[in-house]
Every structure is written in structure tokens, then in C-alpha cells.
């Protein structure tokens, strides 16, 4: 939770430009189903998305749920005393896609799980109103496996995808995983899953020289845009 990654101020760009958070609205409306929209950021590190997101929700007038999720509770509760030094309204859940799962910070809740779980049964209307993150996660296999998994379950059931990277090199392990687990029909039936690619400058600490460096990184973004469901 120490570094903002390139991939997160990609995402958090991206979320704020494309009117998702606006979706709350000032009734609380959120995607499709009368409930309040969600944007839930999984492995949430720094936070600059949940918290990007809750003041540009703020300012907007909009009522939006801001969930940060991420397997250290340190970085929890980083994020929420951030939150509170900016009175942004920022929920926090432990979620460890490798390890234990997920579990409440005071270590009453139970192992694994699921993400019905942590965002309430998708009824009816599925996930429509909610809108999930995943920022510069993909730099394991194991991991980028596990995070496929859980952004499947959660699109299949209505919710909208962003996913960034700049990494790069588990980005097949990812769309492998991810494409086992979505439910291919409407636009997605039979479809490439890839990420869309931009080189763009970068700037940030090098320990190598000792200070701030700006260079070149392949950033890549994938959206998937809400299922439809019948």
C-alpha cells in the first residue's frame, strides 16, 4: 500500500471520465436495479481509486458506495484514515483472493468468502449497480488467476469490469482464467478478451537514480461493459 501503481491513476482516470460514478445520482439509483451504485476496488493498496472515486462522488452530488478491498488490514486501515482526514465516505473489507479468502479486520468473520458475501446476494437484478476495479494486479499467476475468478462471478451476475495493467506479463494467465469462468454469450459470445493498449509517460520514484524519473510504460485497460441479463 505504499506505491501508487501507473495502472491505478489509469483506472481511477478512466472510472471518473466515463460518468460511472455520476450513476449514483442524487436519489441513489444505481445501474439498472434501484439500488445505490457500488464501485468496489479490489486490491485497493494506496486507495487512490476508492478515494477518487468518494470525492468525485461528493462533489457531483451523487450517493455512491465506495468499497476498498485488499488482503492487508495495515492497508486498510491506511485508506480509511485517509478517507476520514478528507471526510470521503470509504467502506473497507479484507480480501485475500490466494489466501484465506476474506474476513473481517477484527478476525470474527469467516474465512472464504464469497463475493455474495461481501456485496449482498445479487437477487433479481443482479450486480447492475455495481461497478469493480482491479488496479496493477496482475503480476502473479497465481494471482491474476485468482482476481479472474472473482471479476467473473461478479460480471456474470450484471456488474461492470475494469481491469488495468502494466505489467504485462500475466496478462495471458488472466484472460485465460477469465474467459474459462464468464458466461460467453450477447457481446462477448465466442469474442477475443484483450486488453487495450497505450504507451504513455510515467513518471515516479527510481531508487536506481535516486529521485523522480519520467519514461515510457505500456498501460493496458479492459472494460467489460455490464452482461445483460434476462
Not at 445501474?31 to 468496489?40: A, C
Request: charged fraction near 20%; charge should be negative; proline fraction near 2%.
Amino acid at each position: 500500500g505504499g506505491v501508487v501503481w501507473p495502472g491505478a491513476r489509469l483506472a481511477a482516470e478512466y472510472l471518473l471520465s466515463s460518468g460511472m460514478v455520476d450513476l449514483g445520482g442524487k436519489d441513489g439509483a444505481g445501474g439498472g436495479n434501484g439500488k445505490m451504485r457500488t464501485v468496489m476496488e479490489i486490491g485497493a493498496g494506496t486507495g487512490l481509486i476508492s478515494l477518487a472515486a468518494a470525492k468525485y462522488g461528493g462533489s457531483v452530488g451523487g450517493r455512491v458506495d465506495i468499497l476498498a478491498t485488499d488482503a492487508s488490514v495495515a492497508t486498510l486501515e491506511l485508506i480509511e484514515a485517509a478517507a476520514a482526514a478528507q471526510d470521503l465516505g470509504v467502506r473497507t473489507a479484507v480480501v485475500d483472493f490466494v489466501g484465506k479468502g476474506s474476513e473481517e479486520k477484527d478476525g470474527s468473520g469467516t474465512v472464504g468468502k464469497s463475493v455474495a458475501e461481501i456485496l449482498g446476494a445479487s437477487g433479481g437484478g443482479g450486480y447492475g449497480h455495481v461497478v469493480v476495479v482491479a488496479a496493477d494486479l496482475l503480476y502473479s499467476p497465481q494471482l491474476a488467476r485468482a482476481a479472474a475468478k472473482w471479476l467473473a462471478a461478479i460480471w456474470n451476475e450484471g456488474g461492470e469490469v475494469i481491469v488495468t495493467d502494466s505489467q504485462i506479463r500475466c496478462c495471458g494467465d488472466f484472460l485465460d482464467e477469465l474467459g474459462k469462468h464468464m458466461i460467453r454469450d450477447g457481446d462477448y459470445d465466442g469474442g477475443e478478451l484483450a486488453f487495450v493498449r497505450d504507451t504513455q509517460e510515467v513518471t515516479g520514484y527510481s531508487y536506481e537514480e535516486g529521485g523522480d524519473m519520467t519514461f515510457p510504460m505500456n498501460l493496458g485497460l479492459l472494460h467489460l461493459l455490464p452482461r445483460v441479463l434476462e
